[in-house]
């Protein structure tokens, strides 16, 4: 089992920038691929990127390609999410998922293990 807590959320304006943080902990077998994910409020939960913990290999969404960068620090284990030029449609809540799987997949199922989600808001 992993445990996973995600920081860095808040109010941002239109243009601006966030990076969120996701402290990882647990089981290093049970953690391959750290994704985040986002839920707006009356919608499905989406993932935005992975990166694979021990290659480092990332995958983001075309509509965050350019301005979202995955990244991760093995020392402090921790996965971040730098957020640039963020648009009113990035705003969600905002989670961080781990899975068993190498592979980056993109649907919730194949996650186990979530943390609690951090809040971000793009209003002017």
């Known amino acids: 089992q992993v445990s996973l807590l995600e920081s860095g959320g808040g109010l941002v304006q239109p243009g601006g920038s966030l990076r969120l943080s996701c402290a990882v902990s647990g089981r290093t077998s049970s953690r391959s691929t750290i994704a985040w994910f986002r839920q707006a409020p009356g919608k499905g939960r989406e993932f935005v990127a992975g990166?694979?913990?021990?290659?480092?290999?990332?995958y983001h969404i075309d509509s965050v390609k350019g301005r979202f960068s995955i990244s991760r620090d093995n020392a402090k284990n921790i996965v971040y999410l730098q957020m640039n030029n963020l648009k009113s449609e990035d705003a969600a809540t905002y989670y961080c998922?781990?899975?068993?799987?190498?592979?980056?997949?993109?649907?919730?199922?194949?996650?186990?293990?979530w943390g609690q989600g951090t809040q971000v808001t793009v209003s002017a």
């Open positions: 990166i694979g913990w021990s290659v480092g290999q990332t």
């Open positions: 998922a781990a899975s068993t799987n190498p592979r980056i997949r993109s649907f919730t199922r194949d996650y186990s293990d």
